[in-house]
């Protein structure tokens, strides 16, 4: 059923899916039924889409976890491979921040949780010893460094989680509804590492329900919807779909909000587009006051 192998030609993609199929086991209708979508290289993208449309599905297809029925994924322009060795060179490359840190950690002591990615991939006791004592600095882990995992709390085990994939310096970083379960303090953090990530050019893919930070946030934003990709795009222009966010459910951010609301006051030239973020949305404001209307 595998679609034509040819390799992608545009250097720019750095992940392609093309009409992926997955049902799980035992289930009548597919989990993702004709997924096909680009991601490009050093980009933000925000998955966004009701529950149950497929994206953790579509993120255990990027590391090779679930393997699509039909269609063909490709990273860096190959089909994935899915051999042992294939595998654990494109998990080098492509890491997943679960949702449930129960998930992801299985180590009892942080140290080691954080070393098994390097250890399994040959690195020496003293270059992985290096690593992880710079990704627990990076991600402020060292305080607490010496408790047993189970004992954290579910924003320290969440950050543990991230250095897990970090310490891997992957190129593709997912991160499944990484504030889920977080108290204001962690969403903040987490959300500082994540800006922190893509400041250092890897590719982040997320999935999240918050379309104002979606908006702030992404480059581009990956509508799905009953296992497909609805729309993808910039989220000034996804999130002023109307018809689009009524069918995914969801709001449009507050910024675009207040924005739409001061150009039909007269207070904001109908010419400006959709601000990025609130220092755009007050240089409109003030360019107006000082053109004199
Ligand atoms: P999302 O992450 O967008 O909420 P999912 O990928 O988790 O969506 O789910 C897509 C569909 O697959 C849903 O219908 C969900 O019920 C189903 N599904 C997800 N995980 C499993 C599983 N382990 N076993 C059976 N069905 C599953
Ligand atoms: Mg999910």
Not at 10 to 30: C, H, M, Q, V
Not at 77 to 92: A, D, F, N, V
Not at 222 to 242: A, I, T, Y
């Amino acid at each position: 059923m595998n679609q034509t192998k040819k390799t992608q030609e545009d250097p720019d993609i750095l992940l392609k899916a093309e009409n992926l199929r997955y049902t799980y086991e035992g289930e009548d209708s597919p989990a993702l039924n004709g997924l096909s979508l680009t991601i490009k290289r050093g980009k933000k993208i925000a998955c966004m889409g009701p529950n149950g449309s497929g994206k953790s599905t579509f993120f255990l297809c990027c590391n090779g976890i679930h393997r699509p029925e039909s269609g063909t994924l490709y990273y860096n322009g190959r089909p994935i491979g899915y051999t042992k060795k294939e595998l654990l060179s494109l998990r080098q490359k492509v890491g997943i921040v679960f949702q449930d840190p129960d998930r992801q950690l299985f180590s009892a002591s942080i140290k080691q949780e954080i070393s098994f990615g390097p250890l399994n991939l040959g690195c020496s006791e003293e270059v992985t010893r290096q690593k992880v004592s710079a990704v627990m600095k990076k991600l402020d882990i060292t305080p607490y460094s010496h408790k047993p995992t189970h004992s954290l709390s579910g924003g320290q085990k969440k950050l543990v989680s991230i250095a897990d994939i970090l310490v891997m310096e992957p190129e593709l970083i997912i991160l499944d509804e990484p504030a889920a379960f977080l108290d204001p303090f962690y969403t903040e953090t987490v959300h500082n590492i994540i800006r922190h990530i893509t400041e250092q050019g890897i590719t982040v893919m997320m999935a999240t329900h918050d379309v104002n930070s979606a908006y702030l946030w992404a480059d581009e934003v990956l509508m799905f919807h009953e296992g497909r990709l609805l729309k993808q795009g910039p989220p000034s222009k996804l999130f002023s779909d109307e018809l689009l966010l009524k069918k995914t459910h969801l709001r449009p951010p507050m910024l675009l909000t207040i924005f739409r609301h001061l150009q039909s006051e007269g207070i904001i030239s109908k010419e400006f587009s959709a601000p990025k973020n609130m220092e755009e949305l007050k240089s409109y404001l003030s360019h107006q006051k000082n053109s004199g209307s």
